[in-house]
């Protein structure tokens, strides 16, 4: 713990706020949960955070896609209800993209705009549980996204999960084995590049993934939330290698989500967007029909459950992201250029906190140094990730415990860069001098 009272943020303050919160360990803390707590620090102090605990995009939205949205808007997008399916622009620009930057071929029919990638989620985990009267459980290649599992907890469905950073290259073919074999597993989720680590699968690694779903007839959900932004490589030129790694390649068993949130810079609409494979689309399943009015998957997922959940994705929103996927396709705006923002602020950043007595917790792909992107993890000798969420909150940064996302590495948090701004390098600096010397 720290040595001094003199920290950056008023100690006190920080005492009474996290009393005040009702939050029983701050190190814990949900996410938005961690968000109001230090938005009530600041107000209280006037001190403003490192806010490096809530992956927001940081950047502005593409203008070609506010430009559409507002043409949609004055030609009376919000006088009438979104198409369930998604306008036409929007899933024919999609299996193009599909196409030009995963090198797959999805047709339209398989693509559904959704409420942001998380209802994409929620919307496979309740589908694919009632394709199976034998099967009942999700498999997590952790760590993941907190809101995945509290969407598992909210619909009271099983989850399973190991940290897949413990089992890369092809230790990864037997640990998934050991679940498959068992029989109980209808699905997979993971995201690719990894939020909280940042590990990005291997070529190897999907390959054996996609294998073993096909050898045990289970369902990838593949979340490409973070599309491209593996920075080491560039896929930012349509229809030429290299493109984003993906398990589609290896298997039909599967359904990706796309956010536009992220790549875009475009999350205050929520719009995400949901492919599945030709194969499931159309594919009958006897089970489906105990529970919907169809035994085929595409239909069930998107009468039977998109339908009720939302009854369709922002209509004017669908126009703008449709508008942004014509000019990726057609090279007039390319997905590399603003984001790879966020891969320069990581590696400054990332040297930072090493500088000053920190470690990088998931710091390899194989054999092979993590890429600089959105998010990375850290620790500090002698610290818990529970007490280092706390104790950094009085030197006025915000992270989260890498605990809450199923990580084996409780010792650590992730960092997220999109709101460090490169301005506040020099605060972010002094701050973290200030804590090694109390440390």
């Known amino acids: 713990m720290s040595t001094k009272k003199n920290t950056p943020i008023n100690k006190d303050i920080v005492d009474n706020k996290i009393k005040e919160s009702g939050i029983k360990e701050v190190g814990t803390a949900a996410i938005r949960e961690l968000v109001t707590l230090v938005n009530k620090i600041e107000a209280e102090t006037g001190e403003k955070y490192i806010r ?5 995009p940081g950047l502005k939205s593409p203008q070609i896609g506010i430009d559409a949205e507002i043409n949609a808007i004055n030609n009376g997008a919000t006088s009438a209800y979104p198409l369930l399916e998604g306008i036409p622009e929007i899933k024919q620009e999609s299996s193009k993209f599909a196409k030009n930057f995963l090198d797959i071929d999805i047709k339209p029919e398989g693509i559904y705009p959704t409420t942001g990638s998380l209802q994409g989620s929620l919307a496979c985990f309740i589908t694919i549980d009632r394709m199976f009267a034998d099967r009942d459980t999700t498999l997590f290649l952790d760590p993941g996204f907190p809101l995945h599992k509290q969407q598992i907890t909210m619909i009271r469905q099983k989850v399973e999960s190991f940290d897949v950073y413990d089992y890369r290259g092809d230790k990864l073919r037997e640990k998934l084995e050991s679940y498959f074999k068992k029989g109980h597993i209808h699905s997979v989720l993971y995201s690719n590049p990894n939020n909280p680590s940042w590990i990005c699968f ?10 073993l779903a096909n050898k045990y007839n289970v369902i990838i959900i593949e979340d490409l939330a973070y599309f491209s932004m593996d920075f080491r490589n560039d896929i930012s030129i349509p229809g030429e290698a290299p493109y984003q790694a993906t398990v589609a390649k290896y298997t039909d068993n599967y359904v990706i989500l796309f956010s536009a949130s992220k790549l875009f810079s475009y999350p205050g609409p929520r719009l995400g967007i949901m492919m599945i494979s030709n194969k499931l689309q159309t594919l009958q399943v006897p089970e489906l029909k105990n529970h919907f009015n169809s035994d085929v998957f595409g239909y069930c997922m998107l009468f039977g459950v998109l339908y009720p959940l939302s009854a369709g994705a922002s209509n004017s929103a ?13 090279g007039k705006y390319s997905i590399r250029e603003d984001v790879i923002e966020y891969g320069e602020r990581a590696k400054i950043v990332k040297k930072l906190f090493t500088n000053y007595g920190f470690n990088i917790v998931y710091d390899k792909d194989e054999d092979k140094p993590i890429a600089d992107g959105f998010y990375f993890t850290i620790s500090y000798p002698g610290f818990e ?7 950094l909150l009085y030197y006025g940064i915000s992270a989260i415990s890498l605990l809450t996302t199923r990580s084996t590495r409780t010792e650590g948090l992730r960092a997220c860069v ?3 701004l490169r301005k506040q390098f020099p605060v972010l600096e002094e701050r973290l001098k200030l804590f090694k010397a109390d440390h």
Do not use: R
């Open 52 to 56: 490096m605990e809530m992956g927001v």
């Open 202 to 211: 291997t070529e190897n690694e999907l390959q054996i993934i996609g294998e």
């Open 318 to 330: 669908q126009y703008g992201i449709a508008a942004i996927l014509e000019a990726v396709n057609n």
């Open 385 to 391: 990730g529970v007490d280092l969420v706390k104790e």
């Open 418 to 420: 999109s709101f460090t």
